[in-house]
């Protein structure tokens, strides 16, 4: 038994040696260590769930952190793929898409992105409760799936890779400002034409 535990441990430092690591335990570990979060639907599923698992990967979220996530829209559909038994029973399909900025200084956008994941479940007309329960199951898990994959994309930006998304955003919005008052100048120092006066008869 002593024998068997030794070798049970032995296995398990050896695979977190080489970076393994079971579906669902450790943490995701961001370059990012402070970010701001905020979502169309504020008091939302998905941007509550996206919090805890930052805070969770050791990741500060403040009002005011160098740079913010924005979950800017979620939609979800559904859809029929197949009937079976006489039309009371059939597969459903839920999608999920979020569209989502990552914003710098000046709130400039230095990313925008979107996710889709998509959920099948058994929709039975003859037990309308067990039903609701399958789509509010694949609901969550969805959303689930979606927070596992922004994290993913988060995992794979760092902060110098930021910094220079910011630096390009803000020469862009300089030279937008500069060609805007040029354009604005040019239009004031048109003489405009007076209007012609009809001579009264």
Excluded: W
């Amino acid at each position: 038994m002593i024998k068997r535990n030794l070798l049970v441990m032995g296995l398990a430092v050896l695979l977190s040696a080489c970076g393994f690591q079971l579906r669902g335990t450790g943490t995701t570990e961001l370059a990012i260590k402070e970010l701001d979060l905020s979502a169309r639907n504020a008091y939302g599923d998905t941007v509550k769930q996206m919090r805890q698992v930052l805070e969770g990967s050791g990741v500060k979220v403040y009002t005011g952190a160098p740079y913010k996530l924005v979950l800017t829209d979620e939609q979800e559909s559904q859809r029929i793929i197949s009937y079976a038994g006489g039309g009371h029973t059939g597969e459903y399909q839920i999608t999920t898409v979020l569209n989502y900025d990552i914003r710098g200084a000046h709130d400039l956008p230095l990313l925008s992105d979107k996710l889709e994941v998509q959920k099948i479940f058994i929709h039975d007309g003859n037990n309308l409760v067990g039903s609701d329960q399958e789509a509010g199951t694949a609901r969550a898990d969805t959303r689930r799936e979606l927070i596992q994959r922004m994290m993913l994309r988060l995992q794979q930006i760092t902060p110098a890779q930021l910094d220079q998304l910011q630096q390009t955003a803000e020469a862009k919005a300089k030279a937008e400002a500069q060609a805007l008052e040029a354009a604005q100048k040019a239009e004031a120092n048109t003489p405009r034409q007076s209007p012609v006066q009809i001579p009264q008869q």
